[in-house]
């Protein structure tokens, strides 16, 4: 049996990562502009290496829609100057175009404008989150949680997968679950927990996860994507080709796209010659 081909590098999803990150926390931030607001952990014996052996973090994790608990807007939301939402909803713009260095002063003029809005600062650690600036990105993500009393889920979720890169995996794991418990049906908060599942080597709750997002929103690519990466440390070609074919049906044409293309192509070489990777001990 031939050994497991190259799984994806860490960079691949990182930088779409900050994006939805930041992106979950726009909803309530837009919500006053006449939009209704949407409606045990244990660390492995043994873990990969995220940086040799992950593929990188959830890329949609920040896009969808925040507040599903709660049908009415709240004080905080109505308190928000319409200076600080312009600055906010700019900075959403620059970060959904990938212009991540762009994002970052229209976040913090938001903030200067008003100093409790901790979607802003979610977005600013989304932000410092795509650039790899783990120290600034962590430092935003913290206090977004506090400033929200420990309520906004996303905040949990970047935050998590920052300590997941700290190799952090128990309180990374569990600062993930927080998040989820506050919002138990966001699909970027399972994905965020496979990821860091995956990571640690606990590839069965890993997939469990990330098929828990892809429950919550079939249309989201990367869950799928994640399993594919899953069943290639498993050995199992004929699923990772079903895996990638689910990716490229959502999303023919997205960041993921072309990574999939090939990674089936391999998958599909390796199926005909009859070829399985060695399953890799977590």
């Known amino acids: 049996m031939q050994g497991i081909r190259k799984l994806t590098e860490t960079t691949l999803l990182l930088a779409a990562l900050a994006t939805s990150l930041f992106t979950v926390g726009v909803a309530r931030a837009q919500s006053s502009d006449n939009r209704s607001l ?22 949609d994790l920040m896009k969808g829609h925040i507040g599903e608990n709660g049908n009415a807007i709240s004080v ?8 600080a939402r312009e600055a906010y909803n700019k900075g959403v713009r620059r970060l959904d ?49 506090e400033l929200s009393g420990g309520t906004f ?10 300590l997941c890169h700290r190799n952090q995996f128990a309180e990374a794991e569990a600062t993930i679950r927080d998040g989820i ?15 860091v599942l995956y990571t640690m080597g606990r590839l069965s709750e890993a997939e469990r996860s990330a098929r828990e997002a ?22 199992n070609p004929s699923a990772e080709i079903e895996d990638l074919d689910g990716c490229l049906k959502v999303k023919p044409n997205g960041p993921l796209s072309a990574r999939a293309r090939a990674d089936r192509a391999e998958a599909q070489r390796s199926l005909a010659k009859g070829n399985t990777s060695t399953p890799t001990k977590p």
């Open 97 to 145: 175009a990938h212009d991540w260095p762009g994002s970052v002063p229209n976040f913090q003029r938001a903030i200067k404008s008003f100093p409790t809005f901790y979607e802003a600062y979610s977005g600013l650690g989304g932000a410092e989150l795509s650039m790899q600036s783990w120290d600034r990105a962590e430092a935003a993500f913290r206090k977004s949680i």
């Open 214 to 235: 892809i429950l919550y929103k079939p249309t989201f690519p990367d869950p799928y994507f994640l399993l594919a990466q899953i069943h290639l440390l498993q050995g």
């Open 181 to 195: 418990e506050l919002d138990p049906v966001n699909a970027h908060g399972h994905f965020s927990l496979a990821w």
């Open 153 to 162: 889920a996303p905040a949990h979720f970047g935050l998590g997968v920052i």
């Open 38 to 59: 949407a409606n045990s952990s244990q660390q492995a014996d043994s873990v990969f290496n995220p940086a040799a052996h992950a593929p990188s973090p959830p890329s």
């Open 76 to 83: 905080h939301e109505l308190g928000i100057p319409g200076k």
